[in-house]
């Protein structure tokens, strides 16, 4: 009866889980961590884009306890500086594509998506470029 074990088979499901809800919570804490940075403090009535991103965060199941670290953390000194950056390029065919990017190094995140884009048939344009040709509708994740 080898391989019938039960437990590890819940160990494997659970090791899933737990992975998949580790990178909901990353995103989550950067989208956090942003706000704080950008919105204007670690205040959510003052602060919409960060009550925004408390209620995303609150729709993955994330402990209170850990979205009140995050803005502990996001306002103080020693906090990580992500930052919002937008990507403009072509795609195959001439289709306008437009990037949203949090990152905390944009040098790095340039060579990415460029290469990205370069291997798929595609190139990316200056700032400013498709900007005016898009209004915010939906989020692919």
Do not use: C
């Not at 994330?62 to 996001?74: G, L, Q, Y």
């Not at 919002?84 to 289709?95: C, D, L, R």
């Amino acid at each position: 009866m080898a391989g019938h074990s039960k437990w590890a088979n819940i160990k494997h499901r659970k090791g899933a889980q737990d992975k998949k809800r580790a990178k909901q919570f990353t995103r989550a804490i950067k989208e956090i961590t942003v706000a704080v940075k950008e919105g204007g403090g670690p205040d959510p009535e003052a602060n919409p884009a960060l009550r925004n991103a408390i209620q995303n965060a609150k729709g993955v199941n994330m402990p209170k306890d850990t979205i009140e670290r995050a803005i502990k953390k996001a306002s103080g000194a020693d906090a990580d500086n992500y930052e919002m950056v937008t990507f403009e390029g072509y795609g195959p065919n001439g289709i306008a594509i437009f990037v949203e990017a949090t990152t905390d190094n944009t040098n790095r995140t340039v060579a990415s998506v460029r290469s990205i884009f370069s291997k798929n048939g595609g190139s990316l344009g200056t700032n400013g470029s498709l900007e005016f040709l898009f209004d915010k509708k939906g989020v692919f994740v």
